[in-house]
C-alpha cells in the first residue's frame, strides 16, 4: 500500500491500484466479476468487499493528508472510484459513502475532522447522508426531520428514506429543521455516531428492493425525540442547507467517476464478444454496425473522461464556479454513458439479457447498476435546473474578468499540480463566468501560436482550428439568448429551459474536450496527443446533444478509433485519456 | 444607489425590485418569507448577488435566507448603508 500512498501521478495511482486489485475476470481476486455476480444473484450486502477495502488502507484516499489520510486532489479520489467501479458498481458506491466525509471536513471543527479520520482509517467505519424524505425526495427544505433545541444538545425526530447504508454504517450525516420560520437557514446538520444513540430512540427501515445495486444497502432511518450531542452539529445551527449544497457539489462530480468506471467495464465485454464471435462469416467487430457503435461508445468514453477530470480538477484552481463544473459533470457524464451502455447492448444481441454466460453476465449487471448514478446526489433534473437558474446571470457575467487564459492551463494541463483544496472557497452560485467556455477563444489563440510543438498532423490542427470556431459560434449563441432574458427562479421552470440547459452541458464538454487536448498535446506522442480522435468527439457532441448532424466526420473517423480501441483492448489499458495499464493477473 | 436611503425608502425599492423580477402582481406582504412569493435557495443566491451589483456594497451571499423578508432585508441594508456613510 506504500506504493499508493505515495503515488506521485494520477496514473501511477491508478496503475498501481489496477495492479493491486488484478484482473476482474479472475473469480479469485477481490471485487471480480464473479464475486460482483454473486452479491448481485443473492442480494448480499458486499461485505467481504468492503472489508478487503478497509484493509487495503483504501479509505486513507478519502482523508486529507493533514489528518494522516492520503487525499490530495479530487482527480486522484476519482481514480480511485473508477477503478473500484469498473469491477463492481455496487461494492464501489457501498464503499465510496465515505465521500460524504468532505461535509466534516468542508464544515467541521479540528476535533470533528480528527474524530473522523480515526473513525474512517483506524476503525473502518463507514457513513451514510440521511437527507431525502419519503413525501419529499429532492426538497431539502421541505424536510420533516426537526431538531428541537435541549439542555446539552437537540433531539432529533423524523424519518430519512431511501438513504443508501442507513442500516449497515456507524455514522449519520443528518439535515434536520432547527427553525421552521428561518426558511433556508432553518436547516441544520448533524454528524451522529449512531453507537452513541440511544438504541429504542432510532430504528431502520428494511432494505429496498433495487433494479440495480441489489446487494446495496439502501433502506432507511427513523428518528423518535433521540437525544443527540451538542457537538454532533456540522457548523453552526442554520448552515445546514449551505453545506448540503457544497458537499454536493463535490460528491456529484466524483459520481462521474462511478460511470466512468461502468461504462469501461460495459464498452470492455462488448468488445471481448465482438472479437471473438463470428457472424454471418465476419467478426461481429467487422460488421459495419456494430464497429459504428463501439467506435461511438469509445468517443463517448472519451469525452466524458475529459469533463469529468476537469470538473474534479476545477475545485482545485476556480472552486468559486464549482457549483457549474458540478452541475454539468453530474448531469453530462452519467446519462451519456447510461445511454452509450444501452447502445451497446445491440452489439451483444441476447447475450446482453442473460445474468450468466459471457463474462459472468457482467453487462446487464453494469447497466443496471449504472443506472443509479444519474439518479442519486441530485437527480438529473435537478443538476439541469441549478444550472439554468444561473444563466442570465452568467451571461451577464461573461467578460467581467478577463483573465480566463491563466486558469486554463491550471484546469487541464494534467502534469500541473492542482492548489491544495479548501471547502470554504466553494460558492453556492458562480461568482464567476465558466472557464471553459469563456476560455475556448483563448485557448484556440494558444494552439495557433504554439502548434510547432504539437505532434499533431498540421491538418488536423487547422481542422481543430476550424471546429473550434464553430464551438465559440454556439457558446455566443447561448450566451445571446440569455443576456437580456428574465430572472428566473422557482421549480415551474419549462423544457425550453430544460433543453438549454442540455445544450449548455453539451457545450461545455465539448470545450473541455478542447482544452484538454490544447493543454496536454505535447506531453507525448500517444493517440491522444496526436489529436485525430478530438474532431470526431467534438463532432459527435454536436451530433448527438446539439442536433448539428455530422455523418461525414464521425463515420470517416471510424476505421482510426477502431484501431486504437482494439489496441487498447489488447494491450489491457483503461480506455480513457491517460490509457493507464489495468491489472491483469 | 447613489445616496443611503431610509427605511421606507430602502422597503419601497426592494418591494419594486423583488416584485419585478418575481413577476409579483398583487404587491408584496413586507413580513412574508420570501420563499411564498416562489424564491427557493440558489435562486435567492443569485437575486443577492443582482442586488449587490446594484445597490454598491458587499453582501453576503445569502443575504436573502438570513433576512428573508422585504423588512428584515431592508432594515439590515439600510445598515449596512449607514455604516458605509458613516
Redo the contacts between chains.
Keep these: 500500500m506504500n506504493q499508493i500512498a505515495t503515488a506521485v501521478t494520477k496514473t501511477t495511482l491508478t496503475e498501481a491500484l489496477e495492479s493491486q486489485l488484478g484482473d476482474p475476470k479472475n473469480p479469485e481476486n477481490p471485487l471480480s466479476f464473479a464475486y460482483s455476480r454473486k452479491i448481485d444473484e443473492t442480494e448480499q450486502f458486499p461485505e467481504e468487499a468492503i472489508r478487503w477495502l478497509y484493509d487495503s488502507q483504501l479509505a486513507r484516499h478519502y482523508v486529507p493528508e493533514e489528518f494522516g489520510g492520503s487525499f490530495r486532489s479530487f482527480s486522484e479520489l476519482g481514480e480511485v472510484i473508477r477503478v473500484l467501479s469498473r469491477r463492481d458498481a455496487s461494492s464501489a458506491v457501498t464503499f465510496s459513502t465515505l465521500f460524504w466525509s468532505f461535509l466534516t471536513w468542508t464544515g467541521g471543527t479540528d476535533a470533528q475532522k480528527r474524530w473522523l479520520a480515526d473513525y474512517m482509517m483506524k476503525r473502518h467505519g463507514a457513513m451514510c447522508l440521511a437527507y431525502s424524505e419519503r413525501d419529499h425526495g429532492a426538497d431539502l ?1 421541505a424536510s420533516d426531520t426537526v431538531a428541537r433545541r435541549t439542555a446539552d444538545g437537540f433531539e432529533i425526530t423524523g424519518e430519512k428514506w431511501p438513504i443508501n447504508r442507513a442500516t449497515v454504517g456507524g455514522l449519520c450525516f443528518v439535515l434536520a429543521t432547527t427553525d421552521p ?5 432553518g436547516l441544520s446538520l448533524f454528524m451522529l455516531d449512531k453507537s452513541k444513540l440511544d438504541p429504542k430512540r432510532y430504528s431502520n427501515f428494511p432494505k429496498i428492493l433495487t433494479h440495480g445495486m441489489r446487494g446495496s444497502d439502501i433502506s432507511g432511518i427513523k428518528f423518535e425525540h433521540c437525544p443527540v450531542p451538542a457537538q454532533s452539529l456540522l457548523g453552526g445551527e442554520g448552515d445546514g ?2 453545506l448540503a ?1 457544497r458537499g454536493f457539489q463535490i460528491t456529484r462530480a466524483l459520481c462521474a467517476a462511478i460511470s466512468l468506471g461502468a461504462g469501461d467495464t460495459a464498452l470492455r465485454t462488448t468488445l471481448s464478444f465482438a472479437l471473438n464471435r463470428k457472424l454471418y462469416d465476419e467478426l461481429v467487430i467487422d460488421l459495419p454496425h456494430a464497429a459504428g457503435v463501439l467506435s461511438d461508445a469509445f468517443l463517448d468514453l472519451l469525452i466524458c473522461d475529459c469533463v469529468t477530470n476537469a470538473g474534479l480538477r476545477s475545485f482545485h484552481v476556480v472552486p468559486e464556479q464549482s ?1 457549474l463544473w458540478a452541475s454539468i459533470v453530474k448531469y453530462f457524464v452519467p446519462t451519456t454513458i447510461e445511454t452509450m451502455i444501452q447502445n451497446l447492448s445491440v452489439v451483444l444481441g441476447a447475450r446482453y439479457y442473460m445474468r450468466e454466460e459471457h463474462e459472468f453476465g457482467t453487462f446487464q449487471r453494469v447497466l443496471r447498476d449504472a443506472a443509479v448514478v444519474s439518479l442519486f446526489d441530485g437527480s438529473t433534473v435537478v443538476n439541469l435546473h ?1 444550472l439554468m ?2 444563466f442570465r ?1 452568467l451571461a451577464r457575467r461573461r467578460g467581467v474578468r478577463g483573465d480566463q487564459g491563466l486558469r486554463l492551463g491550471q484546469i487541464f494541463d494534467v502534469n500541473k499540480t492542482v492548489p491544495a483544496w479548501n471547502g470554504r472557497r466553494l ?3 458562480s ?1 464567476q463566468a465558466n472557464d471553459a467556455l469563456e476560455g475556448v477563444e483563448y485557448s484556440l489563440e494558444h494552439l495557433k501560436s504554439t502548434r510547432a510543438e504539437s505532434t499533431a498532423d498540421p491538418a488536423e490542427i487547422d481542422r481543430i482550428l476550424a471546429f473550434g470556431k464553430k464551438l465559440m459560434l454556439e457558446i455566443q449563441v447561448h450566451n445571446g439568448k440569455f443576456v437580456e432574458s ?7 421552470q419549462s423544457a425550453a429551459m430544460f433543453r438549454a440547459a442540455q445544450r449548455y452541458c453539451a457545450l461545455h464538454a465539448a470545450a473541455s474536450c478542447l482544452h484538454t487536448w490544447i493543454w496536454n498535446r505535447t506531453n507525448n506522442s500517444s493517440f491522444f496527443a496526436r489529436g485525430a480522435w478530438l474532431v470526431p468527439a467534438l463532432a459527435r457532441i454536436f451530433d448527438k446533444h446539439l442536433g448539428i448532424h455530422q455523418d461525414d466526420v464521425i463515420d470517416a473517423s471510424q476505421p482510426d478509433l477502431l484501431q486504437e480501441l482494439r489496441k487498447l483492448h489488447r494491450d489491457n489499458r483503461m480506455f480513457s485519456v491517460s490509457a493507464a495499464a489495468l491489472g491483469s493477473n | 444607489m447613489s445616496k443611503a436611503k431610509d427605511l421606507n425608502e430602502m422597503k419601497d425599492w426592494l418591494i419594486k425590485r423583488i416584485s419585478t ?3 409579483v402582481k398583487n404587491g408584496m406582504d413586507p413580513d412574508a ?3 411564498k412569493y ?10 443577492a ?2 442586488i449587490e451589483e446594484e445597490v454598491g456594497v458587499e453582501l453576503p ?2 443575504l436573502l ?2 433576512y ?1 423578508t422585504v423588512n428584515e432585508c431592508a432594515s439590515y441594508l439600510v445598515k449596512i448603508g449607514s455604516d458605509i456613510a458613516a
Aim: glycine share 6%; no cysteine; aromatic share 6%.
Design positions: 427544505a420560520s428561518a426558511g433556508p437557514r442547507l449551505q449544497l457549483s441549478a437558474l444561473q446571470h460558492s453556492l452560485v461568482t428574465e430572472f428566473e427562479h422557482g421549480h415551474l | 423580477s418575481l413577476k418569507p420570501f420563499s416562489g424564491l427557493q435557495s440558489i435562486d435567492a443566491v443569485i437575486l448577488m443582482e451571499p445569502t435566507w438570513e428573508n
